[in-house]
């Protein structure tokens, strides 16, 4: 049987690619600060992500194809059936997630929204709080300031591990590079294999912005 002819398909826009890769950056930088004290850059990353996050939710529903919740979240019994037939090698065919990494997405855009927003409700006890702690009754804040914490170490630490592992074992089993498209946002895909449909940059810039503005009013309430 012949070879199946390549060429490059776009398939993560820049919207994408940028939450992406500037959530991790920020994710360390929340950390790095943290550990020593520096909360007024703990907060301006943790706003950051929030508002990141909000773009990349608002971006999966009128966003590119590939961006679009609609579009790569299948059944859990379609996850479950490509799970079971992972150890099979076969070329690498999606345009976006597969239909486990699309419930992975999900997972991690919920962790990392309750991250910042428990965030505003924190309190350290030692001057510094969230825009909205005082807005809350003080154990209700020491509870959000727990659950902020635990978020991080329980919830994002592992489901980043289990992505990266989940990535490393794509390139070790399958010979599926996911990292290189992630980075310029494209990849090889047989000729047969129709590219998807690009958000408008104008549309994501707006809602981008609109995200900002609207961490920035709640940062401001405190």
């Known amino acids: 049987m012949a070879e199946e002819r390549l060429r490059p398909v ?7 690619r940028i939450v992406h ?4 950056v920020l994710l360390a930088l929340s950390f790095g600060s943290i550990q020593y004290g520096n909360m007024r850059v703990h907060y301006l990353s943790g706003y950051a992500v929030l508002a990141l996050v909000l773009f990349r939710i608002a971006w999966g529903f009128v966003g590119s194809d590939t961006a679009r919740f609609g579009r790569f979240l299948r059944s859990p019994v379609a996850a479950v059936r490509h ?13 976006g997630h597969n239909a486990a990494g699309g419930w992975m997405v999900l997972v991690l855009l919920g962790l ?27 154990a209700t804040s020491d509870w959000l300031t727990g659950l ?20 490393i074992a794509y390139a070790v089993v399958k010979r599926h590079d996911l990292v290189r498209p992630m980075v310029t946002g494209r990849k090889r895909l047989p000729e047969a294999v129709a590219g998807p449909r690009l958000g ?21 309430l405190g």
């Open 10 to 16: 776009t398939v993560w826009d820049p919207w994408v």
């Open 148 to 167: 902020h914490h635990r978020i991080f170490y329980y919830g994002i630490l592992v489901a980043a591990g289990l992505h990266v592992a989940a990535v």
């Open 112 to 138: 990392l929204l309750a991250q910042p927003l428990t965030g505003l409700f924190a309190d350290t006890g030692y001057g510094d709080y969230g825009p909205l702690a005082k807005t809350v009754s003080g």
């Open 83 to 95: 799970l079971l037939e992972f150890p099979r090698r076969h070329p690498d065919r999606e345009i």
């Open 200 to 220: 408008s940059p104008l549309l994501a810039a707006m809602l981008l912005v609109t995200a900002a503005l609207v961490v920035w009013g709640v940062s401001r």
């Open 21 to 24: 890769w500037l959530t991790v």
